[in-house]
């Protein structure tokens, strides 16, 4: 059976396996893909439309209109990127440094630091092949694929047979599951899964590696020394582990020195390595795209040949204390995804959206540009969860052209 | 998933035999296996007993949606993981490289796939639960996170 694969675009996955049947010019049927990815592949349901100040208008005049507002405001900023490919995020930079904008990508709020660490070199990291290939301890912690990468159990990490490990999940591999609630990844770990309340995984961090350093581990919540120390048993047994790194231990630590500590801990006495659960398909490629540029993932502003950085720089920052007059908004909402006293001061600035689906921002925007979607109208290049490069083509044809094309048209009109 | 004692608590159990059964427990199980169906239970459809037919017909699931080897599955319910498709010993041995690995089914012989976001049987003869020979394999009930695979 000679099969044609195409890259699903619909998470941090990206799986590359995914098979289509075309009618009409139009993706019918997507096989092999999860619903998530089915969604994001069959076109949104509400294609956005090309509009200034709610007025139908012409892609030309929505670009002139773009590139006037950039070169009136003072420092505006440019957000999002999760969702674009890496040729796009390249540009978005490129038009950040031109206009002297903040620059930030949804990483601010989600995986931000611990690909920060990963990049430093202070985590040990590795590819979700090499996972399914040899990793024999599987640990979810504060995350749950089952809801938000369906595919991450059965393509990757458990389920797979993999070269060294041949007998699959019933003999070869353990699931272990971290969590604050009995999630549906949870149900498959069975009595592997370990409830802590919420706001202790720092505690149980430290616990475990005061286990595995021949300490007694306590805590202050209902969960023994010796369940602890089994825990810590199955860690250290493990001939390749790997820790994947879910939202809810990354919003619980105030700062990630205590998972430092326990993942230097568990390459003193295992071998261990750490995947962060990124959620967009392409924020971990506009961390490394920044990073290449100006040594940070996320959270600067460009002042001429000059790149300031820090938290005053992140997205929710700039809009708490209204130091930004403009926004550029590439492929994110961020009037459902952020709080809502931070998204209304969205409403008293000047928006521009660059997405291919009509979001609750692009609605509410002076400006919004409909692009083609990202893997099925456009191809491009996007970085995986664990930091590989996937190449990606289109599936079918469009005449709305890629989000990397009009920041090209923007920048020319600047 | 229900059980024969369940079912059984909403019978009559009179042991009337009008159904065709020795027992009213009998016939719970071959309720279960869809053998029968609600109404072949004539006592049931009484007046006094008008919540408890109500309620096993909501509970049994017409055996029309069921595939020849007992397999329903909840499309409404699944979210097209794939865990089933890779953990089915099946489909282990058909495709070994292929769906057995993880991938996309690279063969035609595979039982479960995963279609427009939900999973789909074919050649259900090759399932373990097909036929007289039938062994209770459970490899894509108990790896489905929100158990949207049963088997009557």
């Not at chain 1, 630590?253 to 398909?281: A, C, H, T, W």
């Not at chain 1, 600067?300 to 005053?312: C, I, L, R, S, Y």
Request: charged share 25%.
């Amino acid at each position: 059976m000679e099969n044609e694969y195409y890259v699903c675009t619909g998470c941090g996955l990206l799986c590359d396996d995914i098979e289509i049947e075309l009618d009409d010019g139009k993706v019918s049927k997507v096989n092999n893909a999860c619903l998530k990815g089915v969604a994001r592949l069959k076109e949104c349901n509400r294609p956005a439309e090309c509009r200034i100040d709610g007025a139908p208008a012409s892609l030309e005049d929505a670009i002139i209109e773009t590139a006037r507002i950039l070169k009136e405001a003072d420092s505006p900023v440019i957000f999002g990127m999760g969702n674009s490919t890496s040729q796009a995020q390249k540009n978005a930079i490129e038009l950040a440094k031109k206009t002297s904008a903040y620059f930030d990508d949804t990483s601010s709020f989600c995986q931000g630091p611990i690909v920060e660490a990963i990049l430093e070199n202070k985590i040990r990291t590795c590819t979700l092949d090499e996972v399914k290939d040899k990793a024999d301890v599987i640990v979810y912690w504060g995350a749950d694929p089952s809801n938000s990468h369906p595919r991450h159990l059965s393509k990757y990490t458990y389920f797979p047979r993999g070269k060294e490990r041949q007998r699959g999940w019933e003999e070869d591999r353990t699931a272990i599951c971290i969590d604050v609630r009995k999630s549906d990844t949870a149900t498959i770990c069975g009595d592997k899964f370990y409830q802590i309340p919420p706001q202790a995984d720092e505690e149980l961090l430290n616990a475990l590696t005061n286990g595995l350093s021949g300490k007694v581990p306590k805590v202050s919540f209902g969960m023994g020394p010796k369940k602890i120390l089994e825990l810590a048993n199955m860690l250290k047994k493990a001939e390749f582990g790997v820790i994947c790194v879910g939202l809810g231990l990354v919003y619980s630590l105030e700062e990630i020195e205590p998972l430092v500590r326990l993942m230097d801990k568990l390459n003193e006495v295992s071998n261990f390595y750490l995947i962060p659960m990124v959620g967009q398909y392409n924020m971990r490629g506009s961390n490394h795209n920044l990073h290449e540029e100006t040594g940070y993932i996320n959270r600067v502003k460009f002042t001429g040949n000059d790149v300031e950085h820090g938290a005053h720089c992140s997205v929710v920052e700039l809009l708490r204390k209204r130091t930004v007059d403009a926004a550029l908004i590439i492929g994110s909402d961020p009037m459902s995804s952020l709080p809502g006293s931070i998204a209304k001061e969205l409403l008293d600035i000047p928006v521009i959206t660059i997405d291919p689906c009509n979001t609750l921002t692009s609605r509410k925007a002076k400006v919004s540009i409909p692009v083609a979607t990202a893997g099925s109208e456009c191809g491009g290049t996007a970085v995986r969860m664990d930091g590989v490069e996937v190449e990606f083509k289109a599936m079918t044809e469009t005449d709305r052209m890629c989000d990397a094309e009009i920041l090209e048209r923007i920048m020319g009109e600047l | 998933m229900t059980n024969a004692l369940e079912i059984y608590q909403l019978l009559p159990k009179t042991n009337c035999k009008q159904c065709g059964k020795a027992t009213c427990m009998a016939f719970a199980a071959a309720l279960l296996s869809r053998e029968v169906v609600v109404d072949d239970c004539p006592p049931l459809k009484e007046d006094k007993f008008k919540n408890n037919y109500e309620k096993l017909s909501e509970i049994i699931t017409p055996a029309g949606e069921a595939s020849e080897s007992g397999m329903i599955v909840h499309t409404e319910k699944c979210i097209g993981c794939g865990n089933c498709v890779v953990a089915c010993p099946v489909n282990v041995a058909e495709d070994p490289y292929g769906a057995g690995s993880g991938n996309a089914p690279t063969s035609d012989n595979v039982i479960l796939r995963v279609e427009d976001g939900v999973v789909c049987l074919s050649n259900v003869s090759q399932c373990r639960r097909f036929g007289k020979n039938k062994i209770l394999c459970n490899g894509c009930i108990v790896t489905c996170p929100t158990k949207a695979i049963e088997f009557v």
